[in-house]
Every structure is written in C-alpha cells, then in structure tokens.
C-alpha cells in the first residue's frame, strides 16, 4: 500500500466495453483507487453506430442497455472534475475504439483552454488474442493523453502482480473472443493501477505544479479559497 498525504484525489474512469471485458477491469481499477482513498466516477462512453448496425452483432444492443443503466457517459465537466482520468477500451484493430476516442476528442475545448494539463492519466484495455493488439492499443493511447497535458502514469513493474500479468503500460485481459473475462491476475493489475493513479493524483495536486496552465489555475483557486 503507498503512503497517503493530502486530501482525496477524484479519479475519472472513462471506459467504452461492449459486451463486459473492459468494463471488469474498470471495476477492478476502481476498486484500486478507492482503496487508495480516492472518490471515483466511472462512466461508459456510448455507441456512436445506429441500432440497424448494432442489430447485426448479437447481444450487442442488450449489454450495452445494461451498462448504460450503470453508467452515465462521460462528460467535459468529468474531466474537469478529476485530478486522474483512466481511459479504458477494447481494441478495435489494434488501437483504441472509436467510441472512447470520440469521447477524448470532445475534450478539444478543456485542450484549447488548457484546462486538463498537469491532470494524472492512465490506461488500460483488452483484446480477444494474446498478441491482438493489447500493448499496441495502450501504447496509441499515450498520443492523445500527451496533447491533453495529462502526466502518464505507466505501471511498470513495480508490485508483484506486473511479473504474473498486465504490461508495463496499463492494465490489460484477453478475452479469446469475449469468452473468458479478466483473470484474478488481471484484476490485481487493475487493482494496482487504480491505487497508483491515486497516489500519482495525490502528490500532483499536493505539489500544484506551476509550469501549466492549470497549475497556474489550481494556484489561483487555492489563493482564493
Ligand atoms: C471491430 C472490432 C475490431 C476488433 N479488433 C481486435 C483486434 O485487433 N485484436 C484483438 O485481439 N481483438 C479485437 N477485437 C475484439 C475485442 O477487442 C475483444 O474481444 C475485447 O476483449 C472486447 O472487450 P469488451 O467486452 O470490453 O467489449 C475487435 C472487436 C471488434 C468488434
């Protein structure tokens, strides 16, 4: 467990899953992060294709009712909202789903006002096979995480769990076509990165970093408060 220093950190998990995977491993980062202290939103992006589409796919309509029951989407206030965004997101030919990209390419204004720079930020996601695309899609993610501002928080290899699963990247499962859902292992992973964006978050906002935008912001706010 990390030490703990200053107030709670809000962490932003924003996932796309269609049919349970991703959402698994978003549950379990939750969990991380809140035992770690951290307040938690965990929202679903939703789909971007019309019904006649999603028809096509069986049970795709009916899971994501479910999910979108549990969750709400994510939104710019979101965003605005967290010290840690968490995106998460099936691979979708080797990189990240068009449903969580709209998502982040809706967060262009907070970009163009600078108002995520200086924010933790972290990843995870899963594949059907084991060499289909998981660290590819993790890795891609880091582009639009890097023009946001946001300060990537990689796992490494720092807890035990990273030499039994995972990547260094984010947290990650393989579902063998949605068949199998994230192992124990997996989740320990995600538990893990969950606690170490909190903790990431928690010196970020302890420190009030003074050379972005926002840390200039954050300065402001904590001047006035
Ligand atoms: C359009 C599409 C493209 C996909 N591309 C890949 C891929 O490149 N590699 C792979 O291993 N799985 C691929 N998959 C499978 C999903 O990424 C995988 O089953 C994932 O675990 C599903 O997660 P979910 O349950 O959260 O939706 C693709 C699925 C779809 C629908």
Known sequence: MFQTA??????????????????ALADAVAEGARADGAEVRLRRARELVPAEVMAKAPGWREAAE??????????????????????????????????????????GGLW???????????????????????????????????????VIVPLGYADPAMY??????????????????PTDDDREVARFQGRRVAFVARALKAARITD??????????????
């Open 112 to 150: 163009a006002q600078g108002r995520l720079n200086g924010k933790a930020g972290s990843v995870f996601g899963s594949t059907s096979t084991p060499h289909g695309g998981n660290e590819s899609t993790l890795i891609s993610m880091y582009n639009p995480m890097a023009h946001l501002g946001l």
């Open 66 to 107: 479910a999910m979108n029951a549990k969750y709400e989407a994510p939104t710019e206030a979101d965003a605005e909202w967290a010290d840690a965004i968490v995106f998460g997101t099936p691979t979708r030919f080797g990189s990240v789903s068009s449903e969580l990209k709209a998502y982040i390419d809706g967060l």
């Open 164 to 181: 039994k699963a995972g990547t260094p990247y984010g947290a990650s499962a393989v579902s063998f076509n949605q068949a199998k859902p």
């Open 6 to 23: 200053t107030k709670e950190p809000k962490v932003l998990i924003a996932f796309y899953s269609r049919s349970g995977v991703t959402e």
């Open 212 to 225: 972005t935008k926002q840390g200039q912001a954050d300065q402001v706010g904590a001047s006035q408060s």
